[in-house]
C-alpha cells in the first residue's frame, strides 16, 4: 500500500476563496482523521470518521470548514471563505482498530494551506 | 479541559548519550499513550504504544514508561545518533482511537 494519500501537497489561495483538500485512506482501515497543524496550536484534531460515518467533528473551528467522506476511499476537507488565520499543515491519518484499545495512526504527507 | 504538555524548548544532547523527553497530562485519563516522530515537511511516524496498566516498553533503543499515577510519560532514547534527530510528539487516547497530541519537542543530537 502506497500509505495515506493527501493531495494537493501545497495549496496558496486567496482570502475569501473555497478551498478542498483531499485524503485517500489505507485500503482496509476503519477510522480516518483530520487534523491541523501550527506553530501556536501544535496538532489538534478537527474531525474524524469510522465507517464513513463522522463521529466526533466537535474540533471543527466554525462553519465556515466542512468535512464528507463519501465513501471508505476517499475523504475531502473543505474550506469556505477561506481566511488567513487557516493557514497551517493540515493532516489526515488513518487507523485499524485491531479489537483492542489504540492502534497507530497513519499519517499522510499533509497539505501545507497558505491564505494570502 | 485536558491538557498535554511536553518540554517546547529543544533538547540538544550529544551523539551517544540517553535522549530523555517528557510528556505530563493533566485531567485526563487515557487508556494508552503513543509516541510518534515527525521530521521537517513530513507527517508523524509512529514509534510506540503503551497501555495504562503496563508500566514499560522497549523497541531497539527505545523505552518508554508510563506513571498513571504521576500522569506522565518517559521516552528515552539510548546511545542517540545524529539521525534521531527530530521532534517527538506524545499523544494519549481513550476508546475509539480518537488521540490527542502534546506539542512535541524537538531533539537535536550532535556528533
Redesign the interface.
Known amino acids: 500500500d502506497a500509505g ?1 494519500i493527501q493531495s494537493p501537497r501545497h495549496e496558496v489561495t486567496e482570502m475569501g476563496q473555497e478551498v478542498t483538500l483531499r485524503c485517500k485512506p489505507i485500503s482496509g482501515h476503519d ?1 480516518l ?1 483530520w ?1 491541523r497543524q501550527t506553530m501556536m496550536r ?4 478537527l474531525i ?1 470518521f ?1 465507517n464513513n460515518v463522522p ?2 467533528d466537535s474540533g471543527m473551528p466554525e462553519d465556515r470548514f466542512s468535512a464528507k467522506m463519501p465513501n471508505a476511499s476517499f475523504s475531502t476537507l473543505k474550506i469556505q471563505p477561506s481566511e488567513p488565520r487557516d493557514s497551517a499543515v493540515y ?1 489526515c ?1 488513518s ?1 485499524y ?1 485491531l479489537g483492542s ?10 497539505t501545507r494551506l497558505t491564505v494570502v | 479541559s485536558q491538557k498535554i504538555e511536553q518540554n517546547s524548548e529543544a533538547l540538544n544532547i550529544q551523539e551517544g548519550k540517553t535522549a530523555t523527553l517528557t510528556c505530563n497530562y493533566t485531567n485526563y485519563s487515557p ?2 499513550l ?1 509516541w ?1 516522530r515527525q521530521d521537517p ?6 514509534l510506540l ?1 503503551i ?1 495504562e496498566n503496563e508500566k514499560e516498553k522497549r523497541k531497539e533503543r527505545l523505552k518508554v514508561t508510563f506513571d498513571t499515577t504521576l500522569k506522565q510519560s518517559l521516552f528515552h532514547i539510548t546511545a542517540s545518533q545524529p539521525a534521531d534527530s527530530a521532534t517527538y ?1 506524545c ?1 494519549l ?12 519537542t524537538r531533539l537535536m543530537v550532535k556528533p
Not at chain 1, 501544535?42 to 484534531?45: A, N, P, T, V
Not at chain 1, 484499545?101 to 504527507?109: D, I, K, N, V
Not at chain 2, 515537511?41 to 509512529?46: H, I, M, N, Y
Not at chain 2, 487516547?93 to 512535541?104: D, I, V
Open positions: 495515506v477510522y482523521f487534523y501544535g496538532l489538534e484534531l474524524y469510522n463521529i466526533d493532516f491519518a487507523t482498530p484499545l489504540g492502534t497507530e495512526a497513519f499519517f499522510g504527507q499533509g | 487508556a494508552y503513543q510518534y515537511g513530513r507527517g508523524p511516524v509512529f504504544l497501555r510528539l499523544a487516547g481513550r476508546a475509539g482511537n480518537m488521540l490527542t497530541f502534546g506539542g512535541g
